[in-house]
């Protein structure tokens, strides 16, 4: 007799749980993940992993992950198999779609999505099929300020100045804290490391924040704030160099305008009067900004904590503002713009410009900013106007009853819906208000490609991933495809969505005058292209067209899906590089450092400077490792161990209000008051409480059964929808006045 040996076969992939994109080495036995680390020869991550990063075997064995989808009869979910979902959502859809407008439509789309090829390819489609304005994303809880001010000064939404840690001597980090987060809007794997390294060199790391963040604690120096005020110490910041007659632009400066305006507009935020709002004294910002200043290579990267507030968009620009004036945007070290490898390079500078508002909401009057409509007001939205509300609502990737402001009132409204679908492998707090959710496969049933943060990286590693196990149901974009032809009212017949985005693509690519496919036929090409039906051949044609690309037999060591898939643990194809002035596509053609709508919003934070200091206390949010909002709270290996989910409070704070660590305080807000459990702490300042969100899983008729047992309390039902940054449309998620008391 023998016995068989169990082999062991290791698959290399890339997390697509957050923005860093660590490489994996996945281990897998008898159909099962056996063990998950690192990637060490990933030339990105070099083997670094967070606790996330090894839970993709436990959320495919997650027996809450959704198998089969949901049908809603009689207020309880019941399973069906995927064909009687479709057609059942087809015969509901095709019956309400005869009857609403695209007023009375709408949808959600939230992070995941962005994590996700199938996102990133396949709901541009959906959204057209659904034919409405009513789209709602979670950008406006998160970095919207950031796109605005993008859209003004560079005149691209999606175009970011990107800190080039590895190379820089100077950080001035505010309002983030990727040890805990890993970074955002800034791809890069292991900051723990990136940020020590910095240090190594010589090089100084200050941290803004009202917390002691794991950030802060590793930092040179800490500057605790007063929470919403960011805005004021970055114009200070400005103001105190330009005082001292020391703007320097450098070369980027020949591609620049505004410089004298955007500075001239500030002359009222001295270090001086801002010191009293900020907390931070004025000779120390004096300081900061020398410091700053006389750097070699320095950079200023702002995150959540300043975008999440009422001055997001003015401390975005600000931030941008400071880096320019210094001499250090697109400059090694400094900020520079990443590049994708799946996109082409423009190569002239100037394009249509942005604009804000081009459109109103039909149900809130709201105006559209970057094509979609503050989250904040989707509540509002669903209840309508009198005359029209939402009738039909889709989720993809999404949890707003947990993630989004004024929870509890958006709890209820999603009751009133006519018909609502949820992409989604959960039945959680939101989706249980769904008639079908359908469930896509577990992330190592998929092939993995970043689109998203390909372009935001601080480094160009190209990295393809195959799936490591069979798929148990249909994949993402084949759900995505079936939805979008049941809108369209055509059969479900997914290939034939893939072949439209294939075609549409090798069409442009025949077009493209400076393109390596230029005047080829389009059915050579197809001949060609490599890859399975779905996001891969897609892929496989942007990067074989992109900058970098093969370009179809026209330079043959180029890029493609089939090179990445000779290179399992990427391609390095090196740091940011130089990228002004042909990145920008303002009307101008250059960098606009005064758009006139941040000028005009200045008035704003003038009359705030105007006011009275803050007494209240103010509510703050914190990221946690083992934690990603609101949804990776039903693995036990994630969530064992501590409660979490508690109120940071400072000592002396938390003596006056007689509160100890353990006892249940309560936290109202205007808009709603919570209990929670109290943990006081040095690591937050006098005056400022944290929270952590995404939490509140012990609602009815979810199931979430390891989730449900530490539930936590939702943060978000204390966040009030109406104070939004106005430019962006951003919810002010940080720094609500609340009051505290032991209950
Ligand atoms: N108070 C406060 N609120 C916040 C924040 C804060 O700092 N403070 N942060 C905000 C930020 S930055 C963000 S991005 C938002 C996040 O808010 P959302 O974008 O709404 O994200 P989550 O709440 O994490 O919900 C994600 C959903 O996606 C599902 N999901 C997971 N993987 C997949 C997949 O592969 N496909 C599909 N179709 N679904 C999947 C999950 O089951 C879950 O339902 O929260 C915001 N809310
Ligand atoms: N572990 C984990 N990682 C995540 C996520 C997660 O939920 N958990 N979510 C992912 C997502 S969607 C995103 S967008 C990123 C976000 O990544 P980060 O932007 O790094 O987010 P946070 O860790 O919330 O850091 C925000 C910091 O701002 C501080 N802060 C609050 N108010 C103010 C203020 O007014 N001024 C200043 N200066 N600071 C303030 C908070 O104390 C906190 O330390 O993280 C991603 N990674
Ligand atoms: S840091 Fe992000 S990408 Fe890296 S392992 Fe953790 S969750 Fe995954
Ligand atoms: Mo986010």
């Not at 027996?63 to 979902?85: C, M, Q, T, Y």
């Not at 001086?272 to 004294?281: F, M, N």
């Amino acid at each position: 007799m023998t016995t068989q040996t169990p082999i062991d076969e290791t698959h290399i992939r890339v997390c697509p749980l957050c923005e860093a994109t660590c490489g994996l080495e996945v281990t897998v036995r008898d159909g099962r993940v056996r063990r998950t680390r690192g990637d060490r020869l990933d030339p990105f991550s070099k083997g670094f992993i967070c606790p996330k990063g090894s839970t993709l075997g436990h959320l495919r064995e997650d027996p809450d992950w959704l198998r089969s989808p949901l049908i809603k009869r009689n207020g309880k979910h019941e399973a069906v198999s995927f064909e009687e979902a479709f057609d059942y959502i087809e015969v509901r859809m095709a019956e309400l779609l005869k009857s609403i407008s695209g007023d009375e439509r709408g949808i959600y789309l939230g992070n995941p999505s962005v994590h996700n090829p199938s996102g990133s390819l396949y709901l541009r489609p959906m959204l057209m099929a659904l034919g409405t304005f009513n789209i709602f994303t979670a950008s406006t809880v998160d970095q919207a300020p950031r796109h605005i001010s993008s859209g003004l000064m560079y005149g691209d939404t999606g175009l970011f100045a990107l800190p080039d840690i590895d190379r820089t001597d100077f950080m001035l980090i505010l309002g983030a804290d990727p040890l805990e987060s890993n970074g955002s809007l800034a791809t890069a794997p292991d900051w723990p490391g990136r940020l020590k390294a910095v240090q190594a060199r010589a090089g100084r790391i200050v941290v803004v924040d009202p917390r002691t963040s794991k950030t802060a604690k590793l930092a040179d120096q800490h500057l605790s704030i007063v929470p919403g005020t960011d805005a004021l110490l970055l114009a200070s910041l400005v103001h105190r160099i330009a005082s001292q007659g020391q703007i320097d632009p450098g070369p980027a400066g020949a591609h620049i305008t505004g410089i004298e305006e955007a500075v001239s507009s500030l002359k009222e935020f001295t270090p001086e009067r801002v010191a009293s709002h900020t907390g931070i004294k004025a000779s120390v910002i004096r300081d900061l900004a020398d410091e700053l200043n006389n750097a070699d290579k320095a950079i200023v990267y702002g995150r959540v904590g300043i975008h999440t507030t009422e001055f997001g968009t003015l401390a975005s620009w600000l931030s941008d503002l400071l880096v320019i004036i210094t001499g250090n945007l697109d400059r090694p070290g400094g900020m520079m713009f990443g590049r994708s490898a799946s996109a082409k390079s423009k190569t002239v500078p100037g394009g249509r410009g942005f604009s804000l508002g081009r459109w109103e909401s039909p149900l809130t009057g709201e105006p559209e900013r970057n094509g979609e409509f503050p989250c904040a007001t989707l509540g509002q939205s669903i209840l309508g106007n009198g005359d029209k509300r939402l009738r039909l609502f889709v989720t993809v990737a999404g949890n707003p009853v947990l993630s989004t402001p004024d929870s509890s009132r958006l709890d209820e409204a999603l009751k009133t819906l006519d018909f609502m679908v949820s992409v989604d492998p959960y039945l959680n707090e939101t989706t249980r208000h769904a008639d079908v959710i359908i469930p896509p496969p577990s992330p190592l049933e998929r092939s993995h490609y970043d689109f998203a943060f390909s372009g935001i990286s601080l480094r160009r590693v190209p990295r393809w991933s195959p799936p490591v196990f069979d798929p148990t149901g249909p994949l993402e974009h084949t759900i995505l495809a079936r939805l979008t032809q049941i809108l369209r009212g055509e059969t479900q017949d997914p290939d034939r969505i893939d072949d439209e985005l294939l075609d549409a693509l090798l069409d442009k690519a025949v077009a493209d005058t400076n393109g390596p496919a230029f005047q080829r036929s389009t059915d050579e090409l197809r001949s060609q292209v490599h890859g399975a039906a779905g996001p891969d051949r897609i892929l496989d044609v942007m990067l074989r067209v992109g900058s970098d690309g093969e370009g179809f037999g026209a330079n043959t060591d180029g890029l493609s899906l089939k090179k990445l898939q000779d290179n399992p643990h990427g391609i390095d194809m090196g740091p940011l590089e130089q990228r002004l002035p042909n990145v920008l596509k303002t009307r101008s053609g250059l960098v606009e450092a005064a758009p006139t709508e941040l000028l005009d919003d200045l008035s704003r934070l003038e009359a705030r400077l105007a006011q009275a200091p803050v007494s209240t206390t103010r509510l703050v949010g914190r990221r946690q490792l083992r934690s990603n909002n609101s949804w990776m709270h039903n693995l036990a290996v994630l969530v064992k161990g501590k409660e979490r989910c508690t109120l940071h409070i400072n000592p002396e704070d938390a003596a006056e209000l007689d509160i100890s660590t353990g006892d249940m305080a309560s936290v109202a807000s205007k808009v709603g008051q919570i209990q929670i459990v109290a943990e006081v702490t040095e690591d937050i300042s006098r005056g400022v409480v944290s929270i952590p969100h995404g939490w509140g899983h012990d609602m009815e008729g979810t199931q979430l059964q390891v989730a449900a047992k530490t539930p936590g309390v939702n943060s978000n039902i204390l966040t009030d929808g109406s104070i939004r940054d106005p430019l962006s449309g951003n919810a002010r998620l940080n720094g609500i006045e609340v009051e505290i008391s032991a209950v």
